[in-house]
T-cell receptor, first 114, second 112 residues
Framework: NAGVTQTPKFQVLKTGQSMTLQCAQD?????MYWYRQDPGMGLRLIYY???????DKGEVPNGYNVSRLNKREFSLRLESAAPSQTSVYFC?????????????FGSGTQLSVL | RKEVEQDPGPFNVPEGATVAFNCTYS??????FFWYRQDCRKEPKLLMS???SGNEDGRFTAQLNRASQYISLLIRDSKLSDSATYLC?????????????FGKGTKLSVIP
């Protein structure tokens, strides 16, 4: 049972390049999330998907787009990367809709934008 | 922005010591509280939920004080493997009900 799988683990981009971070969970969870973690900051929510077919903005959505492809997969896209998007990105999922009992995180993507 | 405040540490303690972390939250309507553990360069993992009556899991005890709006985590008989960053996490059921608020974390180093 893999849990939450994120790819890639590391990525270096040049300013203006685009890329998509992939996330998949095999736990049949309804809700999925994308967070970023910066030094000296708590995890901040970028976007979330409460259930298949829905997505909503979190605290820091600017510069990102998301797609809930199906119940398993939730991708995060950077259309035009900026140095301010250098961060560690975590995908997460939770089993229940409307109440966060527990988040299961992927192992993270270290992204550097030069 | 709703705030969750933690002492960043680091807390450097010898093996076998007892150590306690506190966390304060700003929204008095907050409903659920958690402690997550994050090892260096790894993903956060749920350590324990915090219940109104307090709860214990082995060497770990979590307490909630709603009147003063803080939660605590007590670790007894510290092990080297307890070295990590401990994240205080708060969930509010209002608008944006899927948003957890994470503290910045408290770093613990257990020294031989």
């Amino acid at each position: 049972n893999a849990g939450v799988t994120q790819t890639p683990k590391f990525q270096v981009l040049k300013t203006g390049q685009s890329m998509t971070l992939q996330c998949a969970q095999d736990m049949n969870h309804n809700s999925m999330y994308w967070y970023r973690q910066d030094p000296g900051m708590g995890l901040r929510l970028i976007y979330y998907s409460a259930s298949e077919g829905t997505t909503d903005k979190g605290e820091v959505p600017n510069g990102y787009n998301v797609s809930r492809l199906n119940k398993r997969e939730f991708s995060l896209r950077l259309e035009s990367a900026a140095p301010s998007q250098t961060s560690v990105y975590f995908c997460a999922s939770s089993p229940t809709r409307g109440f966060i009992e527990k988040l299961f995180f992927g192992s993270g993507t270290q992204l550097s934008v030069l | 922005r709703k705030e969750v405040e933690q002492d960043p540490g680091p807390f450097n303690v010898p093996e076998g010591a007892t150590v306690a972390f506190n966390c304060t939250y700003s929204n008095s309507a907050s409903q659920s509280f958690f402690w997550y553990r994050q090892d260096c360069r790894k993903e956060p993992k749920l350590l324990m939920s915090v219940y109104s009556s307090g709860n214990e899991d082995g060497r770990f005890t979590a307490q909630l004080n709603r009147a003063s709006q803080y939660i605590s985590l007590l670790i007894r008989d510290s092990k080297l493997s307890d070295s990590a960053t401990y994240l205080c996490v708060v969930w509010d059921s209002g608008a944006g009900s899927y948003q957890l608020t994470f503290g910045k974390g408290t770093k613990l180093s257990v020294i031989p």
